[in-house]
Nanobody
């Protein structure tokens, strides 16, 4: 499975960005697809995910109500719409995929077999 994330950039606080993650080589419609991020000096943290296709949508508390994960199965692409951005959202954002994780491990980066290169999001104050 290959993943490639796009869409990062520099945005002012309060602004919006949409990230895209194109996938190939997997069973996109059935895989768990997720976004993680890693800020300066921080561990990689869970942001949002579809569990096993569209069985459920999950968000980190820090982004709930501001970020929306969506998918286009025809394009094998998952998106992350980010609104009301704050400087605390500054990070490298990664997309990840798993064919086998269980729900209790959804938020752990160690549970994912496949990772794309990150895309940098910088939010200025």
């Amino acid at each position: 499975v290959q993943l490639q994330a796009f869409g990062g950039g520099l945005v002012q606080a309060g602004g919006s960005l949409r990230l895209s993650c194109e996938t190939s080589g997997g069973t996109f419609s059935r895989d768990t697809m997720a976004w993680f991020r890693q800020g300066p000096g921080k561990d990689r943290e869970f942001v949002a995910a579809f569990f096993r296709g569209a069985s459920g949508t999950y968000y980190a508390d820090s982004v709930k109500g501001r970020f929306t994960i969506s998918r286009d199965n025809g394009k094998n692409t998952v998106y992350l719409q980010m609104n009301s951005l704050t400087p605390e959202d500054t990070a490298i954002y990664y997309c990840a995929a798993s064919r086998r994780l269980i729900l209790s491990t959804l938020r752990s980066p160690h549970a994912y077999e496949y990772w794309g290169r990150g895309t940098l999001v910088t939010v200025s104050s």
